[in-house]
């Protein structure tokens, strides 16, 4: 058997002198606690020593990754054909059998482990020409060389300047927005009107600087910082202010104040020139679907673009919102339903009441891109521009849906009906031929139209008096009915308390007899008591007490 060991300045084949060793792996490491134990189980048959650093990085890489590189398959098949080989990983066992066409079959167990173990302690001992001095400053470097080389490895997949720039962005946004409103607070006890006329902060800090003194505003052109409109109000406003005088001093430093506005914001610019550019190389598709800023802020809550793969949709849609979460679980109220994903392009589009199944949509392709961007190998954004329209067209349908519940489309809701004042109750209006016009009849004078008026009110006066006695008289037997009822029921109830009170007055005289029952029973027994008796008792209670 023999064992393939790799070291920094080479590939080293050992030849095992005594397989029966290799039955008993508890005892092994005793025969490598010495240099001469050593060689007596193991023996260096061959020696493949790297060209440079590039070769032992190349041979590096290729071993870790399972795989084997041409120098590596020269010697073995220029030394190991026909034998069985020990190597310390499975998946370079693999490759070396298919490279070779399985002439060497590959070992790899528990006693192959440990006979590594024993070799790298004894590594100097058994190479010849192979000190310590040599060794650790060629795995030092061999180390280095391995770890810049996978930092560079694709490069072009690196977001850790993406989370950066967000970063500074973000900052950058909280800095102008002080120093903007320093500088209006500043120049403000000069010229408070200019702060109501120029609302932007960096127009507003390019005329400021441009201008000096409000007095100098009349005889200055802002055509190119301005409109017409805007530059005669300022004109204005300066001829009038209520500001107080200020020094040149003073307006010294409120112009270079100014000047880092002004500085600040162009390289807010060129940064978000630098964050588009990077997003659209590290993530196209997740660009095209929430924009630059809102997917460099996920990527940056994630840590990475690989975290953020394995996220699933369900965390990329509250991605930023973990307190409001945990507040909602803690107190049993609603979770929420977006963090960072609110403020995408389609999420602002959509309804309030619609904007939480369009997140809910929205963070689920988003996962899917983010997957695309970080494991796939296109570099396009055909996928997140597919399924931008995709929510686009759900956004729609679900609006559509809206508008027509709105409408009382939906079934048990009325529709909407133009109100008719004409039209009575349970009936459609009728046609009223005595409201049209004869072209061949002249038209009445006013005096014979009320002539008319009053002539058919006397002939309907007698109708409706008729109509008004008939009524009357129902109402009058509807109370002598209502009154002889009422009578009847009172009457019965009269009948019902006399019955009561004679019953009650009755068993109060049956009490009242057994009362004087008693008392007459009572009074013989005292009466019978005669004076005599009494005597004696007196006499009787004498004696005894004497």
């Known amino acids: 058997m023999l064992v393939l060991f790799e070291t920094p300045a080479g590939f080293a084949l050992f030849k095992v002198l005594d397989e029966g060793k290799l039955s008993k792996v508890e005892d092994l490491w005793k025969e490598f606690s010495s240099s001469d134990s050593a060689r007596k189980v193991v023996k260096l048959k061959a020696f493949d020593k790297f060209d440079n650093t590039a070769d032992a990085l190349e041979a590096a890489t290729k071993i870790i990754d399972g795989s084997t590189t041409k120098g590596l398959r020269k010697f073995l098949k220029a030394h190991c054909e026909g034998e069985n080989l020990a ?89 102008l927005n002080t120093y903007a409103m320093r500088v209006k607070e500043w120049y403000g006890w000069h010229f408070p009107e200019l702060a109501k006329i120029v609302q932007d902060t960096i127009v507003y800090s390019k005329v400021v600087k441009f201008m000096g003194f409000r007095e100098n505003a009349t005889k200055l052109d802002f055509s190119e910082i301005l409109t017409e409109e805007v530059e005669a109000e300022v004109k204005e406003a300066a001829n009038i202010s209520m500001g107080t005088e200020v020094s040149e001093h003073d307006l010294a430093n409120v112009r270079q104040l100014c000047d880092q506005v002004l500085s600040l914001s162009e390289y807010r610019a060129q940064l978000y020139d630098y964050l588009k550019s990077r997003m659209n190389t590290v993530a196209p598709n997740l660009t095209a679907l929430v924009g630059e800023l809102v997917g460099a802020r996920l990527i940056a809550h994630g840590g990475s673009l690989m975290n953020l793969a ?89 609006e559509g849906k809206e508008l027509g519940r709105s409408a009382g489309s939906v079934k048990g809701k009325p529709k909407i009906e133009v109100y008719d004042k004409d039209r009575k109750k349970g009936a459609a209006g009728t046609y009223n031929a005595s409201a049209d016009a004869v072209l061949d009849q002249t038209p009445k004078s006013v005096g014979e139209e009320t002539v008319e008026k009053k002539r058919k009110i006397d002939e309907e006066a007698p109708a409706t008096e008729e109509k008004k006695d008939k009524k009357k008289k129902k109402k009058s037997k509807d109370v002598e009915v209502a009154e002889i009822t009422n009578g009847d029921a009172t009457g019965e109830k009269k009948e019902k308390k006399k019955k009561k009170k004679e019953a009650e007055a009755e068993q109060n005289d049956v009490q009242d007899g057994e009362k004087k029952k008693r008392k007459r029973s009572s009074e013989p027994e005292e009466a019978t008591e005669t004076p005599t008796s009494k005597k004696d008792k007196k006499k009787k209670k004498k004696k005894s007490e004497e």
């Open 87 to 175: 190597v310390a990983d499975s998946k370079l066992g693999n490759s070396i059998k298919e490279k070779l066409f399985q002439k060497i079959d590959c070992v790899h167990n528990n006693a192959v482990m440990e006979l590594m173990r024993g070799v790298r302690s004894q590594l100097t001992e058994l190479i010849a020409g192979l000190a310590n001095q040599d060794l650790a400053p060629m795995s030092l470097g061999l180390s280095h060389s391995l770890s810049r080389y996978k930092l560079k490895f694709s490069a072009d997949k690196v977001d850790t300047m993406i989370i950066q720039a967000i970063g500074l962005l973000d900052d950058l946004d909280k800095e």
């Open 310 to 398: 394995k996220q699933p949709g369900s965390t990329v849609q509250i991605l930023g919102a973990e307190k409001a979460l945990f507040r909602a679980l803690k107190t049993k109220h609603a979770t929420p339903k977006y963090g960072l994903i609110y403020h995408a392009s389609l999420v602002g589009q959509a309804a309030p009441k619609m904007k939480g199944k369009i997140s809910r949509s929205l963070a689920a392709k988003a996962s899917l891109a983010i997957r695309c961007d970080a494991l796939g190998d296109g570099q396009d954004n055909s996928m997140g521009l597919e399924n931008r329209l995709k929510l686009e067209a759900r956004l729609r349908s679900l």
